[in-house]
């Protein structure tokens, strides 16, 4: 299941040489440095900012042609690959593996109702790109380690936090009291910044687990990502060229165990019959692994110089893919909001600055999950009337072209009011 890469990229160092990290106030401060952190890093630090970037431990740059695919994988939008390619990330990741696909196909177990959408109906080159999560982030850290605006420091503890009305203050073990006008939580669903800060959070318990990992396939995925929506809830593969696929098998909480304990043979046969056999018998697997579903909102995304993006402010059902994409909006939108206020020589951690970044994504993200939740409540196999309601509306939806490509479109670039960093390529130092 190996895929060939033309080029072969080879180790560096991460971490900066550190050195007077309390003696200087810093413009910013990430807490966490996965995909949306990396981002919002880049975004600052390419544009003259002073960043630090905190993570737990150095992310792995190297990349070998014959690297196994890795458990997890997002499907990025049009409007992601344009932040990616705007900060000069996108070159790593094509430098390493991605698959663009043209296609998705919807169906339903217990009605005849399908639905496909079609990038060539669209007049589109495809529908987005598949890419394992490690090499987005490896990517991104490439452009950190040659950026010298930011500086990295590993494997400190976060104890602390306190917000002045003219700064934030952070406690690191080991390290002492940093300075910064903006910290930035990027730190995860469980974020520490988050709790730190006291902002509550709005959760929601889907009782269902996400399995996933890499198959490989009888037939090819041929460039579409296929979803069915079964008894026990949603099953996708995504495409990840030729006969690989990334799989999101959504299971009761009950079923979690149950499902990483299969033999690799059991686990082949349970998915290929969850896939109603669409890409044939599934032939050879990868590592895999689950996660529970939980929908999560902050209360608030931002206080005075203190501000939450990805994760850490909200998480969404991932039955559309739509998790990463919103988190690199967030980081696209702060920002803008920073950039912004500073070339108007605002204080930009200052609460009335923040508050736009607030009012910009937060609406949105709660839009995404309701949706989400909304599909999961019509596709849950438990009521004749949603059965009868499926019936009808797949095959409307798949007969009115214009719709289906609207909503098509909206997923591929984004909705209104997208950030500067997502709509054109070419985002111009101020």
Not at 30 to 37: A, K, L, P, R, S
Not at 55 to 69: L, N, P, R, V
Not at 126 to 152: F, H, K, P, R
Not at 350 to 372: I, P, T
Request: proline fraction near 3%; aromatic fraction near 8%.
């Amino acid at each position: 299941m190996n895929a060939p890469l033309d080029k072969t990229i080879e180790s560096q160092s991460t971490e900066k040489p550190v050195t007077d990290i309390a003696s200087k106030k810093w413009d910013a401060v990430i807490v966490g440095g996965g995909m949306v952190g990396a981002t919002v890093a880049l975004g600052l630090g390419q544009q003259g900012m002073s960043v630090l970037l905190l993570e737990k431990q150095a992310i792995e740059t190297s990349w070998k042609a014959d690297s196994a695919y890795q458990m997890r994988v997002s499907a990025l939008t049009r409007a992601s690959e344009k932040i990616l390619r705007n900060l000069g990330a996108w070159q790593g990741i094509e430098n390493r593996r991605f698959h663009p696909f043209t296609a998705m196909h919807v169906w339903d177990e217990v009605t005849p109702g399908e639905i496909h959408f079609s990038a060539k109906d669209m007049g589109e080159p495809n529908l987005g790109y598949t890419i394992e999560n490690d090499v987005i982030q490896s990517a991104l850290w490439e452009q950190v380690e040659v950026c010298d605006n930011i500086t990295v420091l590993l494997d400190h503890r976060l104890e602390s936090l306190r917000l002045e009305n003219d700064q934030a203050w952070l406690t690191l073990e080991s390290v002492g009291e940093i300075q910064t006008e903006l910290l930035i939580g990027a730190d995860g669903a469980m974020s520490q910044v988050r709790e730190l800060a006291c902002i509550g959070l709005d959760t929601h318990d889907y009782e269902q687990c996400a399995v996933v990992g890499c198959v490989k396939t009888e037939l090819s995925s041929e460039d579409t990502c296929w979803q069915r929506y079964t008894q026990n809830g949603p099953f996708a593969y995504l495409s990840m060229g030729e006969n690989v696929s990334s799989i999101a098998w959504y299971l009761p909480m009950e079923k979690m165990q149950w499902a990483l304990a299969l033999s690799d043979k059991d686990f082949a046969e349970e998915v290929s019959k969850a896939s109603d056999y669409r890409l044939g018998a599934v032939v050879e697997v990868a590592e895999r692994g689950a996660f529970p579903l939980v929908r999560r909102h902050a209360e608030h995304y931002v206080k005075p110089h203190l501000a939450l993006v990805g994760d850490a402010a909200h998480t969404v059902h991932p039955q559309a893919g739509q998790g990463v994409n919103l988190g690199l909006l967030d980081a696209a939108a702060l920002i803008e909001t920073v950039l912004d206020a500073k070339a108007l020589n605002k204080a930009w951690g200052r609460y009335s600055v923040l508050r736009k970044y607030e009012r910009w994504r937060r609406g949105d993200n709660a839009l995404v999950q309701r949706s989400m939740e909304a599909f999961d409540w019509l596709f849950k196999q438990d009521a004749s009337l949603k059965v009868i309601v499926r019936k009808g509306l797949l095959p409307l939806a798949n007969r009115l072209t214009p719709i289906k490509n609207w909503l098509m479109g909206q997923a591929l670039n984004g909705r209104e009011a997208l950030p500067k960093l997502a709509k054109s390529i070419g985002f111009q130092e101020r």
